[in-house]
């Protein structure tokens, strides 16, 4: 069966790349403009294209050089976008970078790339709320002349096997002749894995004597963790609100600690004197579901930001198989 092809935007630490890779996509290019999440993407994939650049001020035609023009002839545009701000006020939804970043794909897709196929991925209310229905309206509006029909629907990572509370917006547009071969994909387990169940391996690793007992009573899907923003403070798991639940959970989400508990429960790196245990960046990618050989760039913080930014692999490669299917026939 024939590899794929696909341009990725936005890219990130590579979640959603990684997800359709498995899934039968090799991209040609992936574009993003953070340099901590480009050094990411190269240490795990040294073979992919990555460009360091705006998408913004990303024009293939323009300035061609060094990307190959025929690299623009894809299966598929796929895009996991910042999340656009979900705001009761129309103002800051209309002038929010994020919201020029998706306008930004839309038009790549519809001038340069034309795809057969169109993956965007973001915040829930893209696909139904109402303050959100002139971006969907201006999303068909470019695509819909040039033959491309449009699924809208909503995901939820914890359906794929990912142990995380975390609900994805997704448009899938596809030329005309694929679009009634594609279905959104089904979820690929019967139960939610919890924080305990997740988490458990991770934070024994040390040989804690209660982490059995700590993974029992973490038995709920954790929330959807947060990248938070470069302009904020240090890693913490969300805003206090999820905090809550966090801690009911016997983790403490203000903060991420250097290393799992010791066989006493300690963990050196924790001052807080709270007896609530702290996740590490690699507890958080175990929650993103990235694989365990897959290495992050930056300290600490900038890792856990691009954690949390992420797409979940499986969701991507859940996603991509739906849409190889659509395409294959």
């Not at 970078?97 to 790339?113: F, G």
């Not at 991925?121 to 309206?137: I, K, M, S």
């Not at 959807?224 to 905090?243: C, E, F, W």
């Not at 692999?313 to 026939?329: D, S, T």
């Amino acid at each position: 069966m024939r590899r794929l092809t696909s341009v990725d935007v936005c890219s990130g630490a590579g979640g959603l790349a990684l997800g359709l890779e498995r899934a039968g996509f090799d991209p040609v290019l992936l574009l993003d403009n953070n340099p901590v999440a480009c050094e990411t993407l190269r240490k795990n994939r040294p073979h992919w294209n990555v460009a360091e650049m705006d998408l913004l001020e990303f024009d293939p035609i323009e300035n061609p050089d060094p990307y190959d023009p025929d690299a623009f002839e894809v299966d598929l545009l796929s895009a996991g976008l910042p999340r656009v701000k979900s705001s009761a006020t129309t103002k800051r939804v209309e002038t929010g970078l994020e919201l020029h970043l998706l306008k930004a794909t839309v038009l790549l897709a519809a001038h340069v790339v034309q795809p057969n196929a169109l993956l965007i991925e973001n915040v829930p209310g893209l696909v139904t709320a109402p303050e959100f229905e002139e971006v969907r309206d201006l999303i068909q509006r470019e695509l819909v002349h040039l033959d491309y029909k449009f699924h809208w629907f909503v995901i939820n990572a914890a359906d794929f096997g990912v142990p995380q509370d975390r609900k994805q917006g997704v448009l899938v547009a596809l030329k005309s002749r694929f679009f009634d071969r594609f279905h959104p994909p089904a979820p690929t387990v019967t139960r939610h894995i919890t924080a305990g169940e997740a988490l458990l391996p991770s934070i024994s690793a040390r040989g804690w004597v209660g982490a059995a007992e700590w993974a029992a009573q973490a038995n709920r899907v954790p929330p959807t963790l947060v990248g938070g923003s470069d302009n904020r403070g240090g890693a913490d798991l969300g805003l206090t609100g999820s905090k809550k639940i966090w801690a009911q959970m016997g983790i403490n989400g203000g903060a991420l600690s250097d290393e799992v508990p010791d066989p006493d429960g300690i963990q050196e790196s924790d001052t807080s004197g709270s007896p609530l245990k702290k996740l590490t960046v690699e507890q958080t990618a175990i929650l993103q579901s990235f694989p365990n050989d897959w290495t992050f760039a930056g300290k600490k913080t900038r890792q856990a930001r691009q954690i949390g930014h992420a797409s979940p692999p499986p969701v991507g490669e859940a996603l991509g198989q739906a849409i190889a299917e659509a395409l294959r026939g």
